[in-house]
């Protein structure tokens, strides 16, 4: 089993900056791929960053440029750098650790990121 506690987010105006957290606990050597996604009102979720074998990146089009993921301190803690906000950006944002992609993994509780225009 792996947990995952989620910080970060918030109320930001755009153009603003928020910085997101996922610190995981329990069986996580065997992890492999750790993400973000997204879920607005009414809409589906979708991912946003995901890192894959520690170092290979992939965001979606309508982030790339603005959001970072990274995880400096391997499978520990995978974070978000959110610049350039825009309100379209808000949703409740979750994190994701799974063991490959195809497979359903673990989830954050969530964590509201608001973007005023």
């Known amino acids: 089993q792996v947990q995952l506690v989620q910080s970060g987010g918030g109320l930001v105006q755009a153009g603003g900056s928020l910085r997101l957290s996922c610190a995981a606990s329990g069986s996580i050597f065997n992890i492999d791929v750790m993400g973000w996604y997204r879920q607005a009102p009414g809409k589906q979720r979708e991912l946003v960053a995901a890192?894959?074998?520690?170092?290979?990146?992939n965001y979606a089009d309508s982030v790339k440029g603005r959001f970072t993921i990274s995880s400096p301190n391997g499978k520990n803690t995978v974070y978000l750098q959110m610049n350039s906000l825009k309100p379209e950006d808000t949703a409740v944002y979750y994190c994701n650790y799974r063991i490959t992609w195809g497979t359903s993994g673990y989830w954050g509780q969530g964590t509201q990121v608001t973007v005023s225009s």
């Open positions: 890192i894959t074998s520690g170092t290979r990146t």
